[in-house]
């Protein structure tokens, strides 16, 4: 039908409007005159006819009455024919006029709307007559994917343009809007059924295989309602990929892509001063370490976008580096930033960079963040951890950087494991380099980042992807969510605050059940959980909890001037003794004391569960339920 359609369209159209000319002209005439056409009028006739024939596809091909498929012809199609009919006979007029003629301009307005009803009318029953077809066609099979589109703007009227231009079997057939004035409404063929309070009932009178969101601007309160009711329905939900130039003759910008998980669980954009931010950001030399992982890249954006003088990205991943620097030039040009490759465990190599690029602001987001792997990995984590952090602190005060930012964890809280626990450490280095420095150190502590590299979000999808199972490690075990974005600008927010040795804890709002986590991710994909896509249970992993703890109690952090940013109350530290542990550390990590170096990351952080080296000559003593056992590497 559609081939039928572009082959006819154009030589269809120029027939058909030629004919109903030559009908306009003639019925023009014998109106005017009753029937008894004066034998000095009728002779006219063809002259009259074969002008506004000529006139009409000019002003046709003017107004771009030619170059639409007719099945989609629609409003704005519509009011180009007119103008175009309108101005065709305008024009007849006036050289009538002009010429003498003798063709009575009674006959020539009736001509007009014949000619104008005839060509509106026959474009309009040919598009009503094909969506027909379509639509009993749809009725006779199941292998349609029947489309329903939430908006029914310029976004949404582009998108139902290209799926009925697609041969894909998508077909949309309806809109649903909140606009009252167009509920009950035909646009391009389609029907507007109504608000988002009847897309339940449209779903299942329909039989709507797909729900389509082409909302410019749906925040996520917005699309968390249309996934629950499509959730119900057990309809799949995906979003069309808006345009800022909707280009009608370029369908194959279009894109169509499943909800991220971030737009249901992702809170309303934060309110930042702004200015507080571009006080010690904008014209300043920024250095970020781990700038190429997913927390450091997303410092590296917005530091230049608040204006930064110089971006020194710092990474030991080359093609991490590789990556940020390619997206940072295309994003912003180049010249205004740098990446550098090292690792933050060489202080010489830290000192030539710190020496070279004289940083005003140091963020500091290199770290090894994975649990279970640092369980099997210790000493890694206290080498990168602690004493990289360390080094960095160092160098920062050796070269009087103004402002220094830790990125810390949750896990930092009451840690059992040891990734918390040189997280935890690493916060009582900064501080205890920053009591004797004129530098500002700071450390933020939030949650898991949806979307991170290594995060459960990829790990789950990735999962789907292939099939399933999904894997969940307990049942009740629950996580705080940040998107990338919102956690930065609150960091970067939070380094406005810093004056010297505070922790921010940013408010993560309420945890998320990592199994409800999963569900979610599984009905995204158009996928029913425990049907189509397994989850199964694998019991907790090396050093991890089921809850994750963030401390937002008045007793133990203060409110700031942003809502979502606390101050830990923190007692005094003694920051001689810290110095000694730090050392103590440091020769047992040198000498391989495995067993001392636990002991001494325990004294410091008494929360960190290690189990000693059993005596040979003694019974062993049964290991406490759900306590990780520590490997030596």
């Not at 930033?337 to 960079?353: A, F, M, Y």
């Amino acid at each position: 039908m559609k081939r039928f359609i572009r082959l006819f369209n154009l030589p269809g159209l120029l027939i058909s409007d030629t004919l109903l000319s030559l009908l306009a002209s003639y019925a023009g005439v014998f109106i005017r005159f009753d029937g008894n056409v004066p034998s000095e009028y009728l002779q006219n006739v063809p002259v009259f006819w074969l002008m506004s024939a000529l006139l009409l596809i000019v002003f046709c091909v003017i107004a771009g009455c030619y170059f639409n498929i007719w099945e989609r012809a629609s409003i704005s199609e519509m009011v180009r024919q007119i103008i175009a009919v309108t101005a065709t006979y305008i024009a007849v007029y006036f050289i009538n006029s002009i010429m003498d003629m003798h063709i009575p301009r009674g006959a020539i307005l009736i001509a007009l709307f014949v000619c104008m009803f005839g060509t509106v009318g026959l474009r309009m029953s040919f598009r009503i007559a094909v969506w027909g077809i379509s639509q009993f066609k749809l009725t006779k099979t199941e292998k349609i994917n029947r489309i329903l589109i939430i908006g029914a703007g310029q976004a949404g009227t582009f998108l139902a343009n290209h799926l009925f231009a697609s041969k894909d079997g998508r077909t949309p057939i309806g809109f649903i809007d909140d606009n009252v004035k167009l509920w009950n409404r035909w646009i391009n063929g389609i029907p507007v059924y109504g608000g988002r309070e009847s897309l339940s009932t449209v779903i299942r009178q329909q039989r709507v295989n797909e729900v389509i969101i082409a909302v410019e601007k749906a925040d996520k309160a917005f699309i968390r309602d249309v996934f629950e009711k499509c959730k119900s329905m057990k309809v799949r939900l995906r979003r069309y990929e808006t345009l800022h130039v909707i280009d009608e003759n370029d369908l194959s910008k279009v894109t169509i892509r499943d909800v991220d998980v971030e737009e249901l669980l992702g809170r309303d954009p934060v309110q930042l001063n702004m200015d507080a931010v571009k006080s010690y950001i904008e014209g300043m030399t920024v250095l970020v370490t781990g700038g190429a992982g997913s927390i450091g890249s997303e410092i590296c954006r917005q530091v230049m976008e608040y204006g930064c003088k110089k971006l020194i990205i710092f990474d030991f991943s080359e093609n991490g580096l590789f990556d940020i620097d390619n997206e940072i030039s295309a994003r912003f040009g180049k010249g205004r930033h740098e990446t550098v490759l090292g690792s933050i465990r060489e202080p010489n190599r830290l000192d030539e960079v710190f020496e070279e690029y004289k940083p005003d602001v140091v963020f500091h987001a290199a770290a090894h963040k994975h649990v279970p792997m640092m369980e099997i990995n210790p000493m890694e984590a206290i080498k990168n951890n602690v004493f990289g952090t360390l080094n960095v602190a160092k160098a920062a005060d050796k070269h009087k950087v103004k402002k220094f930012i830790l990125i810390s964890t949750d896990k930092a809280v009451n840690p059992p494991n040891i990734m918390g626990a040189t997280k935890r450490i690493a916060e009582l280095c900064i501080q205890m380099v920053g009591a004797v420095s004129k530098t500002e150190f700071a450390a933020v502590r939030f949650g898991n980042v949806l979307g991170s590299t290594g995060s459960v979000v990829p790990f789950f999808k990735k999962q789907i992807a292939n099939g399933g199972p999904v894997t969940v490690t307990h049942p009740e075990i629950k996580r705080y969510f940040m998107t990338i974005p919102e956690a930065v600008q609150l960091v970067l927010q939070a380094g406005a605050m810093a004056r010297g040795g505070e922790i921010f804890v940013l408010d993560m709002g309420e945890p998320v059940k990592i199994v409800d986590l999963a569900r979610t991710l599984i009905q995204l994909s158009g996928l029913e959980p425990d049907k189509d896509i397994k989850i199964e249970f694998t019991g907790l992993r090396p050093g991890e909890k089921l809850f994750e703890e963030i401390n937002l109690s008045e007793e133990e952090v203060s409110k700031t001037e942003n809502n979502k940013i606390f101050v830990l109350n923190q007692g005094k530290q003694n920051y001689i003794k810290i110095t000694h542990q730090i050392e103590t550390l440091r020769r047992h990590l040198k000498s391989s004391n495995i067993q001392a170096v636990f002991k001494t990351v325990h004294d410091m952080v008494p929360t960190y569960q290690f189990l000693p080296e059993q005596d040979e000559n003694k019974p062993e003593t049964p290991k406490p339920e759900n306590v990780p056992t520590i490997l030596a590497p």
